[in-house]
T-cell receptor, first 111, second 114 residues
């Protein structure tokens, strides 16, 4: 059974700092991994999608890496801003494209 | 196409009442998913459709829950005889059929059972 873990559960950083969020999964037989952002009481916004054959994806200040063999992904946020404050969720997709989510990292960027 | 739409955004109901939620996916997406999210947790899979066929249901989807996608377009999720434990955010998402395509989520329906 696939299990996804995210560390840390919560993180508070001063504005401008670079930071890394971690995601690990137990079954390396995945088709893709997706990072989402969720604001309080809202739905999920897709940030980055990494296919199983890829090593990383970049979008603006965000960079996500994937090491399928070790069951790990990281989300790197450069030059953090208060508007980046949200919960960040990692999810992996298997053969049916069903997503298995971690419990998220709650990020607070202090101005 | 403006993305995945869910209605209503919020629903407060008394215990024992029936509720129905609607999801309109992105039109060219064949797959439609329902997830449930409780406070402080990641979303949990409930069920998914490919076109009008319901292909998988989680054990979380008790007999009180039913989902339909009658014409392969919009979907409804009905909860009968609601319980306080049903209080959660219900999220709908859609994707292309081909593996490797990402999801697009709606804004969710927040259900509160009092």
């Amino acid at each position: 059974k696939q299990e996804v873990t995210q560390i840390p559960a919560a993180l508070s950083v001063p504005e401008g700092e670079n930071l890394v969020l971690n995601c690990s999964f137990t079954d390396s037989a995945i088709y893709n991994l997706q990072w989402f952002r969720q604001d309080p009481g809202k739905g999920l916004t897709s940030l980055l999608l990494i296919q199983s054959s890829q090593r990383e994806q970049t979008s603006g200040r965000l960079n996500a890496s994937l090491d399928k063999s070790s069951g790990r992904s990281t989300l790197y946020i450069a030059a953090s801003q208060p508007g980046d404050s949200a919960t960040y969720l990692c999810a992996v997709a298997g053969a049916t494209n069903k997503l298995i989510f971690g419990t998220g990292t709650l990020l607070a960027v202090q101005p | 196409d403006t993305g995945v739409s869910q209605d209503p955004r919020h629903k407060i109901t008394k215990r024992g009442q029936n509720v129905t939620f609607r999801c309109d996916p992105i039109s060219e997406h064949n797959r439609l998913y329902w997830y449930r999210q409780t406070l402080g947790q990641g979303p949990e899979f409930l069920t998914y459709f490919q076109n009008e066929a319901q292909l998988e249901k989680s054990r979380l989807l008790s007999d009180r829950f039913s989902a339909e996608r009658p014409k392969g377009s919009f979907s409804t999720l009905e909860i009968q005889r609601t319980e306080q434990g049903d209080s959660a955010m219900y999220l709908c998402a859609s994707s292309q059929t081909e593996l490797g395509y990402g999801y697009t989520f709606g804004s969710g329906t927040r259900l509160t059972v009092v």
